[in-house]
C-alpha cells in the first residue's frame, strides 16, 4: 500500500507533465489577428512608446501565473516538511503513555488533515494555472487590439480591421469567463477541505490548553 509521500511523488511526477503541457497554447486557443511589426514602425516615435504601455497588462498575466506556479511548490514542499514532523510525533507516540497518546495522536491527525488540504490546494491551483494560461492569451489579444487601434487613429494602411481584433477579445473573453466559473466551483471544495483541516488544528489545540499556532499548520 503506498505511503503518502510515494502517492505525492507520484502526482509531483504528474504535474511536471501537466506544467509543460499548458506551455502550450490553452487548449488550442491561439491568436488569430496580430498586427505586423512593419506597420508599427511606420506609426510616429511618441505613438509607439504609448502603445507599448499597453504590454503592462501582459507583463501582469505573467506574473499571476509565476504566482500560482509558486503556490504549488510551496504546496509540496509543505508537504515534505509535514512527512517529517508526522515520523517525529508517531515516534514520540510510541513512547509516550496516557493522556500523551491521545494528544499525539489528535497532532498527527491534524499535521495529516494539513497534508489533505495542500494536496487539495495543488489540484486547485492547476485549474488556476490553466486559467492563468487563458487570462494571459486574453491580455495579449488587448494588447493587439490597443496596436490596431492607434494603427487606425494613425490612418496607416493596412489590410487588417480593427473589428476582427475586438471580435477577438471578445471570444477570448467568453472563454475565460466560462473556465472561471469551473475554478470558483472547486475553490468551494477547496474551502471544505480547508474547513476539516482547521476543525482538526482546533480539536488539537484545545487538547493541550493552547492557542491555534505551529509554524508547521500556519495558512
Not at 495579449?140 to 496607416?156: C, G, P
Request: neutral net charge.
Amino acid at each position: 500500500m503506498y505511503r503518502r509521500t510515494q502517492l505525492r511523488a507520484l502526482a509531483r511526477r504528474g504535474l511536471l507533465v501537466g506544467l509543460a503541457a499548458l506551455c502550450l497554447p490553452a487548449c488550442g486557443m491561439s491568436l488569430r489577428y496580430t498586427v505586423d511589426e512593419d506597420m508599427l514602425q511606420r506609426l510616429p516615435k511618441a505613438s509607439k512608446r504609448s502603445v507599448y504601455q499597453a504590454e503592462t497588462i501582459v507583463t501582469i498575466a505573467i506574473d499571476a501565473k509565476g504566482a500560482v506556479k509558486r503556490k504549488i511548490d510551496n504546496a509540496l514542499k509543505e508537504n515534505d516538511r509535514l512527512d517529517a514532523k508526522i515520523d517525529e510525533v508517531k515516534a514520540q507516540r510510541g513512547k509516550a503513555s496516557g493522556d500523551q497518546v491521545t494528544k499525539l495522536g489528535l497532532e498527527i491527525r491534524m499535521l495529516e488533515a494539513k497534508q489533505d488540504y495542500n494536496e487539495a490546494l495543488v489540484d486547485h491551483q492547476r485549474l488556476v494555472l490553466k486559467l492563468s494560461d487563458r487570462e494571459l492569451l486574453l491580455a495579449r489579444a488587448q494588447f493587439e487590439l490597443a496596436k490596431a487601434q492607434l494603427i487606425k487613429k494613425h490612418s496607416i494602411q493596412g489590410d487588417m480591421a480593427v473589428e476582427d481584433f475586438e471580435g477577438q477579445v471578445r471570444d477570448i473573453q467568453a472563454r475565460v469567463a466560462e473556465f472561471r466559473k469551473d475554478v470558483d466551483e472547486e475553490a468551494a471544495e477547496l474551502k471544505e477541505e480547508e474547513n476539516r483541516w482547521l476543525e482538526a488544528k482546533k480539536a488539537y489545540y484545545s487538547a493541550i490548553g493552547e492557542s491555534s499556532k505551529g509554524w508547521w499548520t500556519e495558512q
